[in-house]
Nanobody, 124 residues
């Protein structure tokens, strides 16, 4: 059974940092792009970061560019999201996802496996 399990969420003050982790089990995703999405209450799930299978290409929306960094360790079947300079508007449930593509992608429809999410709350 394929599982993606996120961890590292929590409550942090504005300006603080968190590092999210996503561990995959049940199969290897070393040949798949990975991504992070988030969903705030009452809003649609939105793209946060993506990384190619080799880790040599990444995408970010303008809202997090320069503050968030996605990385991966294929030997550990793990992807990370380092979040710095957090803002209250970053508050959301953060989801890890695996794509059927090898190249990094921002398209939600190109992700086929999803984790259960981890809550990130940024207080002002």
């Amino acid at each position: 059974q394929v599982q993606l399990v996120e961890s590292g969420g929590g409550l942090v003050q504005a300006g603080g940092s968190l590092r999210l982790s996503c561990v995959a089990s049940g199969r290897t995703f070393s040949n798949n792009a990975m991504g992070w999405f988030r969903q705030a209450p009452g809003k649609e799930r939105e793209f946060v970061a993506a990384i190619s299978w080799r880790g040599d290409n990444t995408y970010y929306p303008d809202s997090v560019k320069g503050r968030f960094t996605i990385s991966r360790d294929n030997a550990k079947n793990t992807v990370y999201l380092q979040m710095n300079s957090l803002k209250p508007e970053d508050t959301a449930v953060y989801y890890c996802a695996a794509s059927f593509r090898g190249g990094a992608t921002m398209r939600r429809s190109e992700y086929v496996y999803w984790g259960q999410g981890t809550q990130v709350t940024v207080s002002s």
